[in-house]
């Protein structure tokens, strides 16, 4: 089974909209981490930000913020004010269990965000 | 902080011949790394953790004797692709986390285009 689901394989939108990207995952642990990453065609890996699962408020980032349902099992990205070089593919990703350096990340299936001029 | 390079950024070598990708982390001591393989258009998919001085631990499905992985310092992990053949032709990228309470991210290396012909 899936643990990370991203159901939108691409997304177009306007220059200056807000976009939101969806993920849910699959987990029993009670203490997991949920990343969102940047990837642009160059193939480099940007952390855009992170969510504990014991974390009560949304975490925001500058224009990013993410929309944490624990219940609904929900971390979605939401971006404002889109800009041309937001165009590239987004994964969110989980860590299963307690925090250390050790812990896998897995990635989900990602989706491509294109943004018009 | 928390600088990961990955050599070489691309590589074209003929079927049958191995190939060896470096992972450093430049500056701060990674006791584990991981090694990600991205098909075009696909997600990362995690190939093995790599564990400073022990074997790695390889995920289901990834021949172990084909993919092998060296961490024999702190800073520096290997992935040698033996006998390549061109379905191992990939975006193989590896990253490594400080991990809490300084950094959550994983940080990762720049990426290898493994192009085999």
């Known amino acids: 089974a899936q643990k990370i689901t991203q159901t939108q394989p691409g997304m177009f939108v306007q220059e200056k909209e807000a976009v939101t990207l969806d993920c849910t995952y699959d987990?029993?642990?009670?203490?997991?981490?949920l990343f969102w990453y940047k990837q642009p065609s160059s193939g480099e890996m940007i952390f855009l930000i992170y969510?504990?699962?014991?974390?009560?408020q949304n975490a925001t980032e500058g224009r990013y913020s993410l929309n944490f349902q624990k219940a609904r099992k929900s971390a979605n990205l939401v971006i404002s004010a889109s800009q041309l070089g937001d165009s590239a593919m987004y994964f969110c990703?989980?860590?299963?269990?307690?925090?250390?350096?050790?812990?896998?990340?897995?990635f989900g299936s990602g989706t491509r965000l294109s943004i018009r001029p | 902080g928390a600088v990961v390079s990955q050599h070489p950024s691309w590589v074209i070598c003929k079927s049958g011949t191995s190939v060896k990708i470096e992972c450093r982390s430049l500056?701060?001591?990674?006791?584990?790394m991981f090694w990600y393989r991205q098909f075009p258009k696909q997600s990362l998919m995690l190939m093995a953790t790599?564990?400073?001085?022990?074997?790695?631990?390889?995920e289901q499905g990834v021949e172990k004797d084909k993919f092998l992985i060296n961490h024999a310092s702190l800073t520096l992990s290997t992935l040698t692709v033996t006998s390549a053949h061109p379905e191992d032709s990939s975006f193989y990228i590896c990253?490594?986390?400080?991990?809490?309470?300084?950094?959550?991210?994983?940080?990762f290396g720049q990426g290898t285009r493994l192009t085999v012909v």
């Open positions: 990253s490594a986390r400080v991990g809490a309470p300084t950094r959550t991210e994983a940080f």
């Open positions: 987990t029993s642990d009670q203490s997991y981490g």
């Open positions: 969510q504990g699962s014991y974390d009560e």
């Open positions: 990703a989980m860590r299963e269990g307690r925090e250390s350096s050790a812990s896998k990340i897995i």
């Open positions: 500056d701060f001591q990674a006791t584990t």
């Open positions: 790599s564990n400073e001085g022990s074997k790695a631990t390889y």
